[in-house]
């Protein structure tokens, strides 16, 4: 019976992948298709991954659309393509049709045909952040209680959504700054005098500790993931003592320097349940560059109750979408950066494995936490595109930026042993990250 679960886990986790995988490769090869389509550049075929071809159909403009055996990636040929990756010395074409071919474009239509795969990446992580944004909406800027969640047997909620919070514990309570600097001020107890308006009129009731030991969320790929935490889980005690905030359990954590510790958990619908389970050393971001700290993968900081949200326009979606994009493209440099300078450790880099297990468990989580996770692999993979190596789109482009200073394009031969170099370097890199999801810790 353990083994058919392991084996359904791994088929859940090769399909989260390969369909998130598929999503994102089919964006970004149609940005190329598109854009390379309407600077004039014929697109010969658009494959959806790899290999033996198991479907096909041409399109009226002569496009072979096909899907492929191994489900690993994709691409699009245009005419006078060497290969799928564009790379190398181009085919021959007939002089005629030369203006239609990629290499016999002009400089402003490869360009834009390139860079056309990474941009369209980043234009669905926009996409999708601000969609969910527009969904979920944003806190009210006045302080009330939305959604209610379940709390485990013992804390006091008198509070209801659509209370709107006036003070906390006799402290005036004005904005959501406010609420938080008071919480962190005030003793953890299992209740407090929550004064709140409703129905026109105001009120004191017994609430709950507004900074519980509450799971707000799992990281992909964590300690805390691969023991089976969820979203939504409260913390009762570590190693047998109490736990109130979820600032004790981060302490409590790293006070135990990555050794086992025992979660005891309450879920909704399950009860108390024992989770045991060793926090893992990470490098983080400071404002000073990166420390190193033992975490299980949790955030929390959330209470018993959802704030009470306000509406989010198109336009103020659009500009936290890009936002939260650009954080993505940041922290991938700062990182690629920190690795490369020695500030952090090399099995921060994890391969194709490390990808698939955080695919998998992101879509284990729910319908949203894949559809984000879609976004940021987007967001990643869009960034590593414009890496300025052979047979990514970066290295193109960097070839095109020599041919615009310098006027003519470098030799076929250069291009063949530049884009050799390209391919061996991106087949170590994956190599790398494979050997890091075996064997780092």
């Known amino acids: 019976m353990a083994m ?22 089919t964006v970004h090869e149609y940005g190329h298709y598109i854009i390379g389509r309407l600077s004039g550049i014929k697109a010969e075929v658009f494959s959806l991954g790899f290999g033996p071809r198991l479907l096909s159909w041409r399109d009226k403009r002569g496009t072979v659309w096909q899907l ?12 006078g393509d060497a290969n799928a990756a564009s790379a190398g010395s181009g085919a021959t074409v007939d002089p005629a049709q030369s203006r239609a071919s990629l290499p016999g474009a002009p400089l402003w239509a490869r360009i834009a045909t390139v860079a056309a795969g990474p941009v369209f990446n980043f234009i669905l992580s926009i ?31 008198g509070l209801q959504a659509g209370d709107k919070i006036v003070a906390l514990d006799g402290k005036p309570v004005a904005s959501w700054a406010d609420l938080g600097q008071i919480a962190a ?11 709140v308006q409703r129905d026109g009129a105001q ?41 109130s905030r979820f600032d004790e359990l981060r302490t409590r954590v790293v006070a135990a320097e990555g050794n086992p510790v025992l979660l005891r958990v309450w879920r909704e619908g399950a009860g108390e349940a024992d989770y045991t389970l060793a926090a893992r050393e990470q490098d983080l971001p400071t404002a000073d560059g990166y420390e190193k700290r033992w975490m299980i993968g949790v955030t929390g900081g959330g209470t018993y109750f959802d704030p009470a949200t306000r509406p989010v326009g198109p336009a103020e979606a659009l500009g936290l979408g ?29 391969g194709a494995i490390s990808i698939a297990e955080s ?41 095109y930026a020599y041919e615009a200073v310098a006027g003519r394009r470098p030799s076929d031969r250069v291009l063949d042993i530049l884009s050799a170099l390209g391919m061996a370097a991106v087949l170590s890199l994956m190599i790398f990250g494979l050997t890091n999801d075996l064997f780092c810790p």
């Open 4 to 25: 058919l679960a392991e084996l359904g886990g791994l088929l859940w986790t090769i399909c989260a992948f390969v369909l998130a995988l598929s999503i994102i490769v």
């Open 68 to 79: 492929a055996a191994i489900p690993l990636g994709g691409y699009v040929r245009f005419l």
């Open 127 to 157: 996409l999708v952040f601000g969609g969910m944004a527009m969904w979920q909406g944003l806190p009210a800027d006045t302080p009330a209680v939305g959604k209610l969640h379940p709390t485990p047997p013992g804390i006091a909620m």
């Open 185 to 195: 001020d005030l003793p953890a107890r299992a209740a407090h005098d929550w004064t």
């Open 203 to 243: 009120m004191v009731v017994q609430g709950p500790d507004p900074m519980p030991a509450l799971i707000t969320g799992v990281a992909p790929r964590s300690p805390a993931a691969s023991a089976g935490l969820r979203g939504g889980d409260v913390i009762l005690a570590i190693d047998g003592a109490p736990v």
């Open 322 to 350: 890009a936002a939260r994009t650009w954080d993505i493209i940041a922290s991938s440099v700062s990182g690629l950066w920190a690795m490369v300078s020695g500030q952090i450790g090399t099995c921060n880099l994890g």
């Open 359 to 399: 695919t998998g468990q992101a879509a284990s989580a729910g319908g949203m936490d894949f559809i984000w996770w879609i976004a940021v692999l987007s967001a990643a993979i869009g960034f590593l595109n414009l890496l300025p190596v052979p047979v990514l789109d970066g290295g193109h482009l960097m070839f």
